[in-house]
């Protein structure tokens, strides 16, 4: 693309000068926190630092053409932008180097990430959502290389809803679609396949995306040639470029150092992106790294002299700071002065958050030294604590750690001993345990009373005319149902349109809704979860599907990385309630029956992960999920779409509770545990053990994330005094983290009379088949013969032995 030379309005040469003046003042500023960030980290105060330094005019351009209701989905270099906005001052950068753990404080994470990673608050107090469109927006950064990327493409898609759908309430979120989504990334990262993937998905989709590609010719130690073919991503971009034949991207290259090429580049990329919805990528080249990759490492390990050289002048920084005296805009003095002001200005930046970082580590110490001093006067290990007082006040900067690791060793030394003074040690330790660790541990999940958990469990309702018909049509109505009712609800993935899915539980409801509702997808997992969480921040109700659970480790990362992190990473601020829809358990194969769920629960910590038995209870979690904003992972029973279930009448309002477990046999010898497609075999062992005496209380688990909140397990196992956990997952998989769940978490231990025990899949994948199926995963004979074997154990008697 051709950059041209307008600008969108004329103005005085004063106001010219005042503005170019401005924004040399940012980059000088925010260079200035980088370098003496870098140096907080070696001496010791900071644990890492990572910056912007080198790629300030670029970040300035493109703060100029951001509008609220703009999204920024970026990475660890962006600050000189944030500060550009007005979203990050020196004091605020300083905070997060030092991990302050006040959200005001520090507002991108409350000391929960690195410095580096920027966010916005989209949420009010109440969790409710504040006007994004009034507002300039920034998603949550995460460290992983091309990991923003993914999110960009959803929300730039929302854009494209938000415009395209006239009847959707768009209130707060958006104003006819005219927000631009905008991307920052590596030119080394763009070697990710998740870049790639989203660039391909964003050309496809023809969504108002801006992707900025800061280029400085590295990826930490390693040049260009080894990441890029030709060295030049904007080559290998070429193919992308529309023309009057078919949609695609502008591509605009332009040079890091050049202020007046850069902000034309971003102004006629924004009005493009902004008004006609086509994507752009901006690379910007000739971008140096004047401190290296981060304060871990050192450039002058790895790049030339003559590298280092070039980079020195042609420091974006210093280019423009050369380009300012030359066109007479200031002179030398005006900017040495200048300068001399904002180094002043950061280093009390820099003195008053390390200040306020410390004063209540200082007032916590202080009082712990009172009640240390207290406890030794009449302790038989007077000497010990004494010691421990002594070391805690030779620490000048006590961090939290200090106190807890001296309080906690101090009350060792009271063992045995009964007085005032230890009571108000142990209180204070308790205290200062309880009021801190939510600081590091708070907003994994929702914490407002709307939360998924606290949706009431409301029953599906039959008649005498109820009919059976198969599990698939009861999800089909039940989209249908909620289709109708939400009109935030988007459905999309591969196959989910014009087939109505692989399983038909979407049956026809494209051709009601519209392809922008229920929609086709390229087969490209990633970025499928990626439409999900960037449209989820911008308050839509997306339901991504992944076509077999299988296939969900393909979008893996994103998940993890992204999705189940959100919301704690933000301390709360930000949410995407994605739902997304899979099926899995038994059926033929290696890659078609899968349960893979020990990985799942323990990766995707703050995603709820449900597995119903049936058709029914699915619907219901879509329905429970809908009245919550969290996100989760519904694993549908791939072979159970044709099994007859009765219709409900109450499609779209019968709620599966999150969290409860459910008894379906009741029975006094031993407490029987599984999930999913699993359960009915183990209903059917446990007529089989019937027949023999045995009688069985099954319990199908429902929820693995959460898990049996009530801990109804327990209750049965008071019972029985006997546990098996019956899982086709692998060995050491999903059943060990539910037998951690019962026996330890909630105690069942203490009402156990034989070894509690699990059953799974064998160690390998299944063998394809129905012999395979019964090879490899646990069968109706396998679950008799391991209870009766816990049962001959405990009356050989009654139970002789049977094999």
Same mark, same amino acid.
């Given at each position: 693309?051709?950059?041209?030379?307008?600008?969108?309005?004329?103005?005085?040469?004063?106001?010219?000068?005042?503005?170019?003046?401005?924004?040399?003042?940012?980059?000088?500023?925010?260079?200035?926190?980088?370098?003496?960030?870098?140096?907080?980290?070696?001496?010791?105060?900071?644990?890492?630092?990572?910056?912007?330094?080198?790629?300030?005019?670029?970040?300035?351009?493109?703060?100029?053409?951001?509008?609220?209701?703009?999204?920024?989905?970026?990475?660890?270099?962006?600050?000189?932008?944030?500060?550009?906005?007005?979203?990050?001052?020196?004091?605020?950068?300083?905070?997060?180097?030092?991990?302050?753990?006040?959200?005001?404080?520090?507002?991108?994470?409350?000391?929960?990430?690195?410095?580096?990673?920027?966010?916005?608050?989209?949420?009010?107090?109440?969790?409710?959502?504040?006007?994004?469109?009034?507002?300039?927006?920034?998603?949550?950064?995460?460290?992983?290389?091309?990991?923003?990327?993914?999110?960009?493409?959803?929300?730039?898609?929302?854009?494209?809803?938000?415009?395209?759908?006239?009847?959707?309430?768009?209130?707060?979120?958006?104003?006819?679609?005219?927000?631009?989504?905008?991307?920052?990334?590596?030119?080394?990262?763009?070697?990710?396949?998740?870049?790639?993937?989203?660039?391909?998905?964003?050309?496809?989709?023809?969504?108002?995306?801006?992707?900025?590609?800061?280029?400085?010719?590295?990826?930490?130690?390693?040049?260009?040639?080894?990441?890029?073919?030709?060295?030049?991503?904007?080559?290998?971009?070429?193919?992308?470029?529309?023309?009057?034949?078919?949609?695609?991207?502008?591509?605009?290259?332009?040079?890091?150092?050049?202020?007046?090429?850069?902000?034309?580049?971003?102004?006629?990329?924004?009005?493009?992106?902004?008004?006609?919805?086509?994507?752009? &990528?901006?690379?910007?080249?000739?971008? !140096? #790294? $004047?401190?290296?990759? /981060? =304060?871990?490492? *050192?450039?002058?390990?790895? %790049?030339?002299?003559?590298?280092?050289?070039?980079?020195?002048?042609?420091?974006?920084?210093?280019?423009?700071?050369?380009?300012?005296?030359?066109?007479?805009?200031?002179?030398?003095?005006?900017?040495?002065?200048?300068?001399?002001?904002?180094?002043?200005?950061?280093?009390?930046?820099?003195?008053?958050?390390?200040?306020?970082?410390?004063?209540?580590?200082?007032?916590?110490?202080?009082?712990?030294?009172?009640?240390?001093?207290?406890?030794?006067?009449?302790?038989?290990?007077?000497?010990?604590?004494?010691?421990?007082?002594?070391?805690?006040?030779?620490?000048?900067?006590?961090?939290?750690?200090?106190?807890?690791?001296?309080?906690?060793?101090?009350?060792?030394?009271?063992?045995?001993?009964?007085?005032?003074?230890?009571?108000?040690?142990?209180?204070? &330790?308790?205290?200062?345990?309880?009021? !801190? #660790? $939510?600081?590091?541990? /708070? =907003?994994?999940? *929702?914490?407002?009373?709307? %939360?998924?958990?606290?949706?009431?469990?409301?029953?599906?309702?039959?008649?005498?005319?109820?009919?059976?018909?198969?599990?698939?049509?009861?999800?089909?109505?039940?989209?249908?149902?909620?289709?109708?009712?939400?009109?935030?609800?988007?459905?999309?993935?591969?196959?989910?349109?014009?087939?109505?899915?692989?399983?038909?539980?979407?049956?026809?409801?494209?051709?009601?809704?519209?392809?922008?509702?229920?929609?086709?997808?390229?087969?490209?997992?990633?970025?499928?979860?990626?439409?999900?969480?960037?449209?989820?921040?911008?308050?839509?109700?997306?339901?991504?599907?992944?076509?077999?659970?299988?296939?969900?480790?393909?979008?893996?990362?994103?998940?993890?990385?992204?999705?189940?992190?959100?919301?704690?990473?933000?301390?709360?601020?930000?949410?995407?309630?994605?739902?997304?829809?899979?099926?899995?358990?038994?059926?033929?194969?290696?890659?078609?029956?899968?349960?893979?769920?020990?990985?799942?629960?323990?990766?995707?910590?703050?995603?709820?992960?449900?597995?119903?038995?049936?058709?029914?209870?699915?619907?219901?979690?879509?329905?429970?999920?809908?009245?919550?904003?969290?996100?989760?992972?519904?694993?549908?029973?791939?072979?159970?779409?044709?099994?007859?279930?009765?219709?409900?009448?109450?499609?779209?309002?019968?709620?599966?509770?999150?969290?409860?477990?459910?008894?379906?046999?009741?029975?006094?010898?031993?407490?029987?545990?599984?999930?999913?497609?699993?359960?009915?075999?183990?209903?059917?062992?446990?007529?089989?053990?019937?027949?023999?005496?045995?009688?069985?209380?099954?319990?199908?688990?429902?929820?693995?994330?959460?898990?049996?909140?009530?801990?109804?397990?327990?209750?049965?196992?008071?019972?029985?005094?006997?546990?098996?956990?019956?899982?086709?997952?692998?060995?050491?998989?999903?059943?060990?983290?539910?037998?951690?769940?019962?026996?330890?978490?909630?105690?069942?231990?203490?009402?156990?009379?034989?070894?509690?025990?699990?059953?799974?899949?064998?160690?390998?994948?299944?063998?394809?088949?129905?012999?395979?199926?019964?090879?490899?995963?646990?069968?109706?004979?396998?679950?008799?013969?391991?209870?009766?074997?816990?049962?001959?154990?405990?009356?050989?008697?009654?139970?002789?032995?049977?094999?």
């Amino acid at each position: 693309m051709k950059i041209t030379s307008k600008t969108s309005n004329e103005i005085s040469f004063d106001d010219f000068r005042a503005q170019i003046l401005k924004d040399y003042t940012i980059a000088f500023l925010s260079r200035t926190v980088s370098l003496l960030g870098r140096k907080e980290v070696l001496t010791g105060k900071a644990k890492f630092g990572i910056f912007g330094d080198g790629k300030e005019l670029p970040q300035l351009a493109m703060a100029r053409s951001f509008k609220n209701g703009d999204f920024r989905s970026g990475y660890y270099r962006d600050q000189t932008f944030m500060m550009a906005l007005g979203l990050l001052t020196p004091k605020q950068l300083f905070h997060s180097l030092y991990a302050t753990t006040d959200i005001e404080k520090e507002p991108m994470s409350a000391g929960r990430q690195m410095g580096g990673h920027f966010v916005t608050h989209s949420l009010n107090e109440d969790g409710s959502w504040k006007d994004l469109t009034a507002q300039k927006n920034s998603s949550g950064d995460i460290s992983c290389t091309a990991g923003q990327m993914p999110r960009l493409l959803g929300l730039a898609q929302a854009s494209k809803v938000y415009r395209l759908l006239d009847s959707l309430n768009s209130n707060g979120f958006s104003k006819k679609g005219n927000e631009i989504a905008w991307g920052t990334i590596g030119n080394a990262s763009t070697s990710e396949g998740m870049f790639l993937e989203t660039i391909n998905a964003g050309g496809v989709l023809q969504v108002p995306m801006v992707i900025s590609i800061w280029d400085d010719e590295y990826g930490i130690s390693v040049p260009a040639k080894y990441h890029t073919t030709g060295e030049d991503i904007s080559k290998i971009l070429s193919g992308f470029q529309r023309d009057k034949s078919s949609n695609g991207y502008e591509l605009i290259k332009v040079n890091g150092w050049d202020y007046t090429a850069l902000m034309h580049a971003y102004e006629d990329a924004s009005d493009l992106a902004r008004e006609e919805h086509v994507p752009v &990528v901006i690379h910007v080249v000739e971008l !140096t #790294q $004047p401190q290296g990759h /981060s =304060s871990s490492g *050192s450039h002058e390990r790895y %790049k030339s002299d003559e590298r280092l050289n070039w980079e020195r002048d042609n420091d974006c920084n210093k280019r423009f700071r050369e380009w300012i005296i030359e066109s007479n805009i200031a002179s030398e003095e005006e900017l040495l002065e200048l300068e001399k002001n904002i180094k002043r200005e950061v280093r009390i930046a820099k003195k008053e958050a390390w200040s306020e970082y410390l004063s209540t580590h200082k007032d916590h110490k202080k009082t712990l030294i009172q009640l240390l001093d207290s406890a030794a006067v009449n302790s038989g290990n007077r000497v010990h604590l004494t010691r421990i007082k002594n070391d805690l006040i030779a620490i000048d900067e006590p961090i939290k750690k200090d106190l807890a690791t001296s309080s906690r060793k101090a009350l060792r030394y009271l063992l045995g001993e009964d007085s005032q003074e230890k009571l108000a040690l142990q209180k204070w &330790v308790s205290n200062f345990l309880d009021d !801190t #660790q $939510p600081m590091y541990s /708070s =907003s994994l999940y *929702s914490e407002f009373p709307n %939360k998924a958990t606290n949706v009431a469990r409301i029953k599906p309702n039959y008649t005498k005319g109820s009919q059976k018909v198969d599990g698939r049509v009861i999800l089909r109505d039940n989209f249908d149902k909620l289709l109708n009712k939400y009109p935030e609800i988007l459905i999309f993935g591969e196959d989910s349109g014009t087939i109505g899915d692989v399983n038909q539980g979407l049956e026809g409801l494209q051709k009601k809704y519209g392809k922008i509702r229920v929609s086709d997808t390229g087969i490209r997992e990633t970025t499928i979860i990626g439409q999900g969480i960037g449209m989820a921040l911008r308050g839509l109700r997306p339901i991504a599907e992944i076509q077999y659970l299988d296939y969900i480790f393909y979008a893996l990362a994103t998940l993890t990385d992204d999705l189940a992190t959100l919301r704690y990473r933000t301390f709360g601020k930000q949410k995407a309630p994605l739902i997304i829809r899979t099926r899995g358990h038994r059926l033929e194969g290696i890659w078609h029956s899968g349960s893979p769920m020990g990985g799942l629960i323990h990766v995707l910590r703050g995603i709820y992960i449900l597995s119903p038995r049936n058709m029914t209870q699915a619907a219901g979690f879509y329905n429970t999920l809908l009245k919550s904003d969290e996100p989760a992972l519904i694993i549908e029973s791939l072979n159970g779409y044709r099994l007859k279930e009765f219709m409900p009448d109450n499609l779209g309002e019968f709620c599966t509770p999150i969290g409860v477990v459910d008894t379906l046999k009741q029975g006094t010898d031993i407490t029987l545990v599984s999930y999913g497609s699993t359960l009915r075999i183990v209903q059917k062992a446990a007529k089989e053990l019937s027949d023999v005496g045995i009688e069985a209380e099954v319990i199908d688990a429902q929820t693995l994330l959460p898990f049996d909140i009530n801990q109804d397990v327990l209750k049965s196992v008071r019972k029985t005094n006997r546990l098996l956990v019956i899982d086709e997952d692998v060995p050491g998989g999903c059943s060990a983290y539910i037998m951690q769940e019962i026996v330890e978490k909630q105690g069942a231990y203490k009402y156990l009379d034989s070894a509690p025990q699990t059953l799974s899949a064998k160690a390998h994948r299944p063998a394809y088949s129905s012999d395979g199926d019964y090879f490899s995963k646990p069968n109706a004979e396998d679950i008799f013969e391991r209870v009766y074997a816990i049962m001959n154990e405990a009356d050989p008697t009654n139970y002789p032995q049977l094999r």
